[in-house]
């Protein structure tokens, strides 16, 4: 694997895994941005911001986890696309509501752009709303 695809698989696993910035700004410019077209995530406009705001959804979902289900590496456009499905269940404190008991299972890719080794930037395609209702957030 090419060092973007090394760095962008160390990124999404640290970052999916919620160990926050501490962990994830090793792989990324220290001003890397970040966008998303979900409610859920609006004003996150830096990956510093995202992989805290990630970090904090294990207090409400302390089982959260995901599985992998493509990875692909672009060289000719400087990034890496990662398909996964999102899993856990609103069983602690710190949500919208007191633990609902119920499970999300939510399809998410996340693309990498690279500058040199580091991301620049990265954007989330999520459906936050489908994710939200699964959890009786909304």
């Given amino acids: 694997m090419s060092s973007m695809g090394e760095s962008a698989a160390k990124f999404f696993d640290a970052c999916e895994t919620g160990r ?8 990324c410019h220290p001003d890397a941005t970040f966008s998303a077209q979900a409610g859920a995530l609006e004003g996150v406009d830096t990956v510093e911001a995202y992989t805290e705001w990630m970090k904090g959804i294990f207090t409400p979902v302390p089982d ?3 599985e992998l289900r493509s990875f692909a590496v672009d060289e000719g456009r400087s990034n890496v696309s990662a398909y996964a499905v999102f899993t856990g269940t609103h069983t602690g404190d710190g949500g919208p509501v007191p633990p609902t008991g119920k499970r999300v299972s939510a399809d998410y ?7 040199g080794d580091r991301i620049r930037h990265m954007t989330k395609i999520w459906n936050d709303a489908a994710s939200l209702k699964q959890l009786g957030w909304m």
């Fill in 20 to 27: 926050g910035w501490d962990a994830c700004q090793h792989y």
């Fill in 64 to 66: 959260a986890d995901y």
């Fill in 109 to 115: 890719v996340y693309v990498m752009q690279f500058d």
